[in-house]
């Protein structure tokens, strides 16, 4: 199972992003809690579709689940129809992976 987490930078200790479509990083872990891969947001800027562009990108790194500060209407349904879950939690990114790894 892959988590991805929303970032506002490239380290697992930085702020998870407020926005999902529009975080600057998402950080891409593994069910153990290790860091895989970090994947830098073409659509953190700017411009319409977010949303459904970010959802994609996540897909095809086969994430499973989300974790965000705030997931607007349109991230919302291209989540659902990818079938990706996610969390809204605010926090540290290393601490909120401790916390969904504890959750488990």
């Known amino acids: 199972m892959k988590i991805a987490i929303g970032a506002m930078d490239e380290k697992i200790e930085s702020n998870v992003a407020e926005q999902a479509g529009r975080a600057p990083f998402y950080l891409i872990f593994d069910e153990t809690g290790d860091l ?26 086969s994430v499973e689940t989300v974790v965000i500060g705030k997931c607007g209407e349109k991230m919302i349904d291209a989540l ?9 939690k605010e926090g540290i990114v290393q601490d909120v992976m401790q916390d969904i790894i504890s959750s488990k």
Do not use: Q
């Open 36 to 61: 895989v891969e970090i994947l830098k947001n073409p659509f953190s800027r700017g411009g319409g579709g977010a949303g459904p562009g970010v959802a994609k990108m996540l897909a095809d790194k």
């Open 80 to 88: 659902n129809g990818r079938n990706i879950t996610f969390i809204e």
